[in-house]
């Protein structure tokens, strides 16, 4: 396969016939695993680096990617060092100087960033391309698995991992779909032309990329001018955005309770939900959530709305298929649910935006009336923290009792006066304790929680274990 590609960088011709060995810089994140298992499946042969080891590089490395930790390019396996056969693929999540980085822009490397290689790989595919600051995991994956339920399929490219399949990969090559999380960080979505573009919510975020919510709305604006004429537009309703599509593209709207998709009828018993889904092809009744929260309420809506504008359209498959969807790891994940109705309840989720939080405790509040629900949250990047400190506050001031833990920094370096403590202050709970990570197993165990909900992108579902454990004590 020969493209010629052009994006914010450069122009590059591929030929992916040429290349054998693909090595990837920060393979450990779960965008970056998709690419490493779709080369595999492919038949290269893969490595990489990333920081720390963590359970997705010991999967990746028992499914055949050579990892290395340690950033040295001393560690760079003899079978990547010919730039006449090696791809490099890099996130932006890691630093621009990092010596395994430079070592292949150095020495004459054809170096990608993975939306690159992702939309060099989709461009020949009819593409179900979902962005948003939240909920594009889940309606991505919901739809992955609608298709991937009937008789067309997909190839899928997710920022989650699919309970069902324990991947967050999926692969048919007879499949001329592809659902792809498109992720609006460092404009990262730019690189992809969509078929059908979906977009889920425009909540400021990445502002220490983007600057300001105005320079935020006009990426996710340029966005939409990549469909492709022919294909369609599906975006929230009472979104801040003001889309700018090609002519033959199609527009329609999506959400809980109006516009073009939209459910109905909804029911609640016993711990499930149940509704009906209404699209311009037709209602489909009784659709019964396999993850019943409500935000997956909306999530479900926006999803079936992708695949009703493709072939993969058969109410009974999407029924049945949106029932059966087990959900994604950490995205409203429950760890812990024992058998006798007031026992320990353990719930993880992935929520790092401040309307993701106030969406998460919702939800666990709908589904466990009356019950007492403790939140630990884990702050990620410094730069969010500072942006969002009172919008964080105000949606943890909901949960009956806080832990909140010190800031997860990930890519970033410190910045001076932000710490959780920002946070912590205006939090209008009473029964709150702001804690180092290191000590959250010992407090959540002497505090004897109902209902745990861990909250962060960052490492405090790690702890999830530990704190099973520490009940079992």
């Not at 889309?243 to 499930?272: E, L, M």
Request: hydrophobic share 40%; aromatic share 8%; proline share 5%.
């Amino acid at each position: 396969m020969s493209i010629t590609i052009k994006n914010t960088e450069n122009i590059m011709n591929i030929d992916l016939n040429t290349i054998h060995n693909v090595y990837f810089v920060g393979a450990g994140g779960i965008g970056m695993a998709a690419l490493e298992r779709y080369f595999l499946a492919k038949g290269k042969k893969v490595a990489g680096y990333d920081r720390t080891p963590t359970a997705l590089t010991e999967e990746l490395r028992a499914e055949g990617v050579e990892m290395t930790f340690d950033e040295s390019a001393d560690n760079i396996p003899e079978d990547f060092r010919d730039p006449a056969t090696t791809l490099v693929v890099y996130t932006p999540a890691v630093p621009a100087d990092l010596p395994i980085l430079t070592y292949f822009r150095d020495n004459g490397f054809e170096v990608m960033k993975r939306a690159a290689v992702l939309g060099l790989i989709t461009r020949n595919s009819r593409s179900l391309c979902f962005a948003g600051t939240h909920g594009k995991t889940t309606t991505s994956s919901m739809a992955a698995h609608i298709l991937n339920s009937g008789s067309i399929g997909c190839n899928a490219f997710l920022g989650g991992e699919l309970i069902n399949y324990g991947t967050n990969f999926l692969l048919k090559p007879s499949s001329d779909f592809s659902v792809i999380e498109a992720d609006e960080f460092d404009r990262s979505f730019h690189h992809l032309t969509p078929y059908i573009a979906v977009i889920t919510a425009t909540d400021p975020d990445h502002l220490d990329i983007y600057g300001t919510e105005e320079a935020y709305l006009e990426s996710f604006a340029h966005f939409t001018e990549l469909i492709r004429p022919g294909g369609a537009l599906i975006v929230h309703e009472g979104l801040k955005l003001h889309p700018r599509p090609q002519d033959g593209v199609r527009v329609y709207t999506y959400s809980r309770d109006k516009g073009d998709f939209h459910a109905k009828y909804i029911r609640r018993q016993h711990g499930s939900i149940t509704f009906d889904i209404v699209t311009p092809r037709g209602t489909i009744r009784n659709v019964n959530l396999g993850v019943p929260v409500e935000v997956n309420i909306e999530n479900a809506v926006a999803a079936v709305a992708a695949v009703c504008l493709t072939d993969g359209w058969d109410p009974t498959v999407i029924r049945e298929a949106i029932n059966s969807y087990r959900g994604t790891k950490r995205r409203f994940e429950t760890h812990l649910k024992e058998d006798n109705g007031a026992g320990h309840i353990i719930i993880d989720d992935y929520a790092h935006h401040p309307e993701e939080v106030r969406k998460s405790i919702e939800s666990v509040k709908a589904l466990y009336p009356g019950r007492r629900l403790t939140v630990a949250f884990q702050p990620h990047l410094y730069s969010r923290t500072r942006d969002f400190a009172p919008e964080f506050a105000d949606a943890l001031s909901a949960a009956d009792s806080l832990v909140l833990l010190d800031i997860y920094p990930a890519r970033e370096q410190p910045i001076e006066g932000v710490t959780s403590q920002i946070i912590f202050d205006n939090v209008k709970c009473s029964d709150k304790i702001l804690i180092p990570k290191e000590k959250l197993v010992e407090t959540l165990k002497n505090r004897n929680f109902d209902i745990l909900l861990t909250l962060g992108a960052g490492d405090i579902n790690t702890f999830i274990p530990r704190i099973i454990d520490a009940l079992d004590d």
